[in-house]
């Protein structure tokens, strides 16, 4: 039984995977630039990172200045992939927790936005911090318990192996192009993840020529 519901995962999170990279290719191929008070789907803003309305951030585990961060727990377990000869015994991971500093606000050069970041991909997604923690009872555990408000729990039971704890920040003036569904709220525009579109921060910004 065990087999057989550690092939069930390893099928659905290699099936997830597919789905989420078709609909960010469709996502970026398919943006328009935002531009004034236009909500729809998929909008593209392009600009800088700027503070928000709390000014300056430090972000929690590098101790970095920043004006937006993510933490991510990320639980490693063991698991069954089904192959020729039989089940293989392989790592995954499973996202576990996430918190992050709130909006991430962008002066972009046809608009600005406030970014609903909840969910986000950020790339490169090279982390400001990175370490793996294997016991309930480790520094790092205690800290996670503060951020998060409790530490994170082994959803994977006698197979988890531990959790891998990566912060993401950006920094004021960072150059991002940021993709996803556009709305208002309060006046403000807004981007963001909806149910079919995923929400794109890249820090790979598109380079225009003199005639563009």
Same mark, same amino acid.
């Given at each position: 039984m065990t087999l057989i519901t550690a092939g069930v995962e390893a099928g659905a999170d290699a099936m997830a995977?597919?789905?989420?990279?078709a609909r960010r290719r469709r996502a970026l191929g398919a943006a328009e630039p935002l531009v004034g008070n236009a909500p729809g789907a998929p909008r593209e803003v392009t600009g800088q990172a700027v503070a928000g309305p709390a000014g300056p951030l430090t972000a929690p585990l590098s101790g970095r200045p920043c004006v937006w961060y993510s933490v991510t727990v990320s639980e490693r377990y063991w698991a069954w992939r089904p192959g020729p000869l039989g089940p293989t015994r392989v790592v995954r991971d499973l996202k576990a927790?996430?918190?992050t500093s709130g909006p991430l606000y962008v002066a972009g050069d046809t608009a600005a936005v406030r970014?609903?970041?909840?969910?986000?991909?950020?790339?490169p997604a090279e982390p400001s911090f990175a370490e *793996?923690?294997?016991?309930?009872?480790?520094?790092? +555990?205690?800290?996670l318990a503060t951020?998060? =408000? #409790?530490?994170?729990?082994?959803?994977h039971r006698d197979r988890t192996i531990? *959790?891998?704890?990566?912060?993401r920040?950006?920094? +004021?003036?960072?150059?991002?192009r940021?993709? =996803? #569904?556009?709305?208002?709220?309060?006046?403000?525009l807004v981007l963001g993840k909806s149910a079919l579109l995923p929400l794109i921060i890249s820090r790979r910004v598109p380079v225009s020529g003199p005639g563009d």
């Open positions: 995977k597919k789905i989420g990279q927790a996430e918190r970014v609903d970041a909840h969910g986000a991909e950020l790339e *793996f923690e294997d016991s309930p009872y480790g520094p790092l +555990a205690a800290r951020l998060l =408000g #409790a530490p994170p729990r082994p959803r531990g *959790f891998l704890v990566e912060e920040l950006v920094v +004021a003036g960072e150059p991002l940021v993709v =996803g #569904a556009a709305r208002t709220e309060l006046g403000d």
